[in-house]
């Protein structure tokens, strides 16, 4: 049987409501299931953050996107989008251009580096996806996918 949240933090009071121990068990679960991205993404020198702007990028192709449209399809929210790009971009894995007659638009690009490094990360971050959560088979996957889908719909 699973380790209950309670014993896993030791705490030693029921939760106040079965809506906060499911809250903290969710925050929880993201915290772990970060920590072991976080350290897999760490010999490459990315975040998780930054790993997830470059698969955004790629998905974008040659057309690119703006910062805003990277902020916005961030797993994470992040205060401040520019200073990410500009990591990357220091990084070589990023690209920026000025186009049009708007000076303030700023195209993003992922540059061959930065393709080439997510190539080489695919395999690896699918193995710890797999390490973490396929266990639980593919029913279950798709009946937990449901509900976090519900629970941030809130309907």
Same mark, same amino acid.
């Given at each position: 049987?699973?380790?209950?949240?309670?014993?896993? #933090?030791?705490?030693?009071?029921?939760?106040?409501?079965?809506?906060?121990?499911?809250?903290?068990?969710?925050?929880?679960?993201?915290?772990?299931?970060?920590?072991?991205?976080?350290?897999?993404?760490?010999?490459? +020198?990315?975040?998780?953050?930054?790993?997830?702007? /470059?698969?955004? /990028?790629?998905?974008? *192709?040659?057309?690119? /996107?703006? =910062?805003?449209?990277?902020?916005?399809? %961030? #797993?994470?929210?992040?205060?401040? !989008?520019?200073?990410?790009?500009?990591? %990357?971009?220091?990084?070589? %894995?990023?690209?920026?251009?000025?186009?049009?007659?708007?000076?303030?638009?700023?195209?993003?690009?992922?540059?061959?580096? *930065?393709?080439?490094? %997510?190539?080489?990360?695919?395999?690896?971050?699918?193995?710890?996806?797999?390490?973490?959560? +396929?266990?639980? *088979?593919?029913?279950?996957?798709?009946?937990?996918?449901?509900?976090? !889908?519900?629970? =941030?719909? =809130?309907?």
């Amino acid at each position: 049987m699973p380790t209950t949240l309670r014993a896993e #933090i030791k705490q030693t009071r029921p939760f106040r409501t079965l809506e906060q121990e499911a809250a903290l068990s969710i925050a929880r679960t993201a915290a772990v299931l970060e920590h072991e991205i976080t350290e897999g993404l760490r010999a490459r +020198g990315l975040t998780p953050t930054q790993y997830n702007a /470059l698969r955004i /990028l790629r998905g974008a *192709g040659a057309a690119g /996107l703006c =910062r805003n449209e990277v902020r916005d399809r %961030l #797993i994470a929210r992040v205060p401040d !989008a520019t200073r990410l790009l500009d990591r %990357l971009e220091a990084m070589r %894995l990023v690209e920026r251009e000025r186009e049009g007659d708007d000076r303030r638009f700023v195209t993003t690009r992922v540059t061959a580096a *930065g393709l080439a490094l %997510l190539k080489e990360l695919e395999e690896p971050v699918i193995g710890i996806h797999q390490g973490q959560l +396929g266990h639980l *088979g593919r029913r279950k996957l798709r009946m937990l996918i449901a509900l976090l !889908a519900e629970a =941030r719909d =809130r309907g």
